[in-house]
């Protein structure tokens, strides 16, 4: 099954075997990001240049989520609420690994936008993957003149409950400020939130509860983070290989319940319900939902990855070529029927309306 937006996409050709006589319809690339079908290159390519940022240390990967309080108000302002959320992030990572009691230094980060869970629910959460140490620096987070490296412990990064503390006041620092300049909408049951009473009572619930943080086992070094990015990097709400059955207007799909053992399950929705839920993730224009700091932050991460290198005695980072597999672009190779394998094909070009009606027939 494949699923992708055939209203967007740009007609395809019709690919008929002569030898057999099978035919099969080909789409050309739409290139949206959030198409399943349309990401493959774009990430590696990404990848690559990645690899030339990694450093032989240990990398550590923290996930901050939203509570689900927050969910109407993120579906509401995306654009704010989203942009919020990952500076908020980076702004709790920044200070917590700069106090000298902590850390005391300026780490790499490099940090991704998700927005659905395995059901595809609005789930708004950031992947975070961290350098497990950094250059020492002050109490904002700048490096020192003449920097010295401080490694995290093995295996420990940041103590979890304060990065969840720190995160829940500087996101809500910034809501409050959002509320203040009017730069939110308040559509249906969120107009209550126009009350400035009512909104402070909101807002004294959400500081009475843990937000929040989780810390995953560290990676380990530059292949395990690699193989992490191959997966999540550009990845979209739902992939068509869980797509099972599309069929008298229902989608099932399989999904991983991590409430239940992370068992794998099916799901059965309405075609309208599965739509409903998949365009909650389609993120606002020119979002952009891979962000890189500290270390890593462009203006001037090369001359920090240099110094780093120095420090940590290397020149380059090996990147090992087991690491780069997942994401290799293979070999064009040449067309044949997916029927036969005969070589002896024929091509005619469709156009939108014909590629529809063909994806019409293909559903029912």
């Known amino acids: 099954m494949e699923f992708r937006n055939r209203l967007a996409c740009p007609p395809g050709h019709f690919e008929h075997g002569?030898?057999?006589?099978?035919?099969r319809i080909a789409y050309n690339s739409c290139r949206n990001r959030h198409c399943p079908k349309c990401q493959a290159l774009a990430r590696a390519v990404w990848l690559d240049?990645?690899?030339?940022h990694l450093l032989p240390v240990e990398y550590h990967h923290a996930v901050f989520t939203l509570p689900a309080e927050l969910g109407d108000l993120a579906l509401a302002n995306p654009a704010v609420l989203y942009d919020l959320l990952m500076r908020s992030?980076?702004?709790t990572l920044r200070d917590v690994a700069a106090n000298p009691k902590r850390l005391g230094a300026t780490v790499g980060v490099l940090m991704v936008l998700h927005t659905w869970g395995q059901n595809l629910h609005h789930h708004p959460h950031v992947h975070c993957v961290v350098t497990g140490g950094g250059l020492s620096c002050d109490r904002a987070g700048k490096p020192d003149v003449s920097p010295r490296w401080v490694a995290c412990r093995p295996g420990f990064f940041l103590p979890v409950r304060v990065l969840s503390r720190v995160f829940r006041g500087k996101f809500l620092t910034g809501l409050q400020a959002a509320f203040a300049e009017g730069a939110l909408v308040l559509p249906g049951r969120l107009a209550t939130l126009a009350d400035a009473s009512a909104r402070a009572a909101w807002c004294a619930s959400l500081y009475a509860k843990e937000w929040v943080v989780y810390a995953k086992r560290p990676f380990g070094g530059p292949a395990q983070v690699l193989k992490y990015l191959a997966r999540y990097t550009h990845r979209v709400a739902i992939s068509n290989g869980r797509l099972l059955d599309i069929r008298d207007g229902r989608v099932t799909f399989r999904y991983k319940d991590y409430a239940d053992a992370r068992q794998h399950k099916t799901m059965t929705l309405t075609a309208e319900e599965f739509l409903r839920r998949f365009v909650q993730?389609?993120?606002?224009?020119?979002?952009?939902k891979i962000r890189h700091y500290g270390l890593l932050a462009n203006a001037q991460r090369q001359a920090r990855l240099d110094v780093c290198r120095r420090l940590l005695l290397v020149a380059a980072v090996p990147v090992p070529p087991a690491a780069k597999d997942p994401v290799k672009v293979e070999a064009a190779q040449p067309r044949c029927c997916a029927n036969c394998g005969g070589t002896r094909l024929m091509y005619r070009e469709i156009d939108s309306a014909e590629a529809l009606l063909r994806a019409a027939h293909d559903s029912s």
């Open 49 to 52: 240049q990645q690899a030339q």
């Open 18 to 23: 002569l030898d057999c006589g099978h035919e």
């Open 89 to 91: 992030v980076a702004a």
């Open 281 to 288: 993730h389609v993120l606002p224009k020119q979002f952009v």
